[in-house]
């Protein structure tokens, strides 16, 4: 069902949870039993699978410790030639 795929460079994360309240698809949490190089409970993703690349966690994120990525879609369903 996913359209995106997101990475986390978890040890520039500074735990603000902006992220976790701006996903539409609510799958960003704070790690409760981790901890970042920093000190930090970092974001972490509980299902990638319903990423839709939107990058609303990228856009909010003032630490830029997002990398977003859309998946294309197939080439059977993009053409009917």
């Given at each position: 069902m996913?359209?995106?795929m997101i990475v986390i460079d978890v040890d520039r994360c500074k735990?603000?949870?902006l992220c976790t309240?701006?996903?539409?698809v609510d799958i960003l949490e704070l790690a409760e039993?981790?901890?970042n190089a920093k000190?930090?409970?970092?974001?972490?993703?509980?299902?990638m699978e319903q990423c839709i690349g939107c990058?609303?966690?990228a856009t909010i994120c003032p630490d830029v410790v997002f990398t977003v990525y859309r998946r294309k879609r197939e080439a059977g369903a993009a053409s009917s030639a």
């Open positions: 996913g359209r995106g735990g603000c949870s309240h701006v996903c539409p039993d981790a901890f000190g930090y409970r970092p974001v972490i993703v509980t299902d990058a609303s966690c």
